[in-house]
Each structure stands twice: as structure tokens, then as C-alpha cells.
């Protein structure tokens, strides 16, 4: 007759928690599947510059959003910081993306687009955001009444 340990019983239960955190994983993969037609976000799902494309130019975007006046657009040629140049999406060499500008109460939010297509902030630059628009918005959360300061070269 087997004599159940304390040993046996503990890593039996532990075995069982890894087995439900790995089929939970499973589920919401696949439920990530279904809903965007693939097992990646949506921002990533097309780059070859079709509608979709997580390399579409940003829309430009004037709103109040928490009491705060955000503002973004393409940046005009004096404003970029390489006057004249449009950056290329690396993968194919001939989209065009445009520099952006954002602003908060008319200051500018330094931001940047991400090779995967996402686009991230300097008020936090460990989140990314699909758009402009919610990169914005995720700011004005984060600074929570602050106002945004300049970056010094």
C-alpha cells in the first residue's frame, strides 16, 4: 500500500497550479487568435502598407481630454529634427512616415514610432500605444495635473 508524503502531496498540487496557469496562457492565446484573426496584437498583424497596416500614417487629432488640450499632427519640415527628411519603415524601404508632433496645453510631448509600428513617449517610454492619439492620452494620465517640462538636448 502506498503511503502519501508531504513531499508527494505538494508536488502534486504544484504540478496541478503549473497545469491551470499553462492551459489559462493556452486560452487566452487562442482567444487572442479569434478575435484579431491572429495570435499577435492588432497593431501588428500587416506591414506591407495596406489599410490596417501598423504603418499607416497617424490622423491628426485636436481634442480636451481629462481637462488638458491634446494636439497632434505631422510635423511641418522646420520641426523635425531632420529638416527635409521623412523616416522609412525599415522592412521595406519605400513607406514614407511622416515625423508627428504632440502636444499637451502647447507643449511638446516628445514622441517617437517604434520599428514594430507603435508609438511611445518620453513621459513613459516603457508603454507602448498604437497611435499618437493614445499616446497622448496615456500621458496626460501619467502626468496627473503636472505639466510637461522640455527636454534639454
Given at each position: 500500500?502506498?503511503?502519501?508524503?508531504?513531499?508527494?502531496?505538494?508536488?502534486?498540487?504544484?504540478?496541478?497550479?503549473?497545469?491551470?496557469?499553462?492551459?489559462?496562457?493556452?486560452?487566452?492565446?487562442?482567444?487572442?487568435?479569434?478575435?484579431?484573426?491572429?495570435?499577435?496584437?492588432?497593431?501588428?498583424?500587416?506591414?506591407?502598407?495596406?489599410?490596417?497596416?501598423?504603418?499607416?500614417?497617424?490622423?491628426?487629432?485636436?481634442?480636451?481630454?481629462?481637462?488638458?488640450?491634446?494636439?497632434?499632427?505631422?510635423?511641418?519640415?522646420?520641426?523635425?529634427?531632420?529638416?527635409?527628411?521623412?523616416?522609412?519603415?525599415p522592412?521595406?524601404?519605400?513607406?514614407?512616415?511622416?515625423?508627428?508632433?504632440?502636444?499637451?496645453?502647447?507643449?511638446?510631448?516628445?514622441?517617437?514610432?517604434?520599428?514594430?509600428?507603435?508609438?511611445?513617449?518620453?513621459v513613459?517610454?516603457?508603454?507602448?500605444?498604437?497611435?499618437?492619439?493614445?499616446?497622448?492620452?496615456?500621458?496626460?494620465?501619467?502626468?496627473?495635473?503636472?505639466?510637461?517640462?522640455p527636454?534639454?538636448?
Amino acid at each position: 500500500m502506498e503511503h502519501t508524503t508531504r513531499r508527494k502531496a505538494l508536488l502534486t498540487g504544484t504540478m496541478a497550479v503549473a497545469g491551470a496557469a499553462l492551459v489559462s496562457r493556452t486560452d487566452v492565446a487562442a482567444a487572442n487568435s479569434e478575435e484579431h484573426g491572429t495570435g499577435r496584437p492588432p497593431h501588428a498583424e500587416r506591414a506591407d502598407g495596406a489599410k490596417g497596416s501598423s504603418m499607416d500614417e497617424p490622423e491628426a487629432f485636436d481634442e480636451i481630454y481629462l481637462g488638458r488640450h491634446i494636439e497632434g499632427r505631422p510635423a511641418p519640415d522646420e520641426h523635425t529634427s531632420h529638416p527635409g527628411r521623412r523616416s522609412r519603415h525599415p522592412d521595406d524601404g519605400q513607406s514614407p512616415v511622416t515625423e508627428f508632433v504632440v502636444r499637451i496645453d502647447d507643449r511638446d510631448l516628445h514622441v517617437m514610432r517604434s520599428m514594430d509600428g507603435t508609438w511611445l513617449s518620453v513621459v513613459n517610454h516603457y508603454q507602448k500605444q498604437r497611435t499618437p492619439l493614445e499616446v497622448a492620452r496615456a500621458a496626460v494620465r501619467d502626468l496627473d495635473g503636472a505639466s510637461l517640462v522640455p527636454l534639454m538636448a
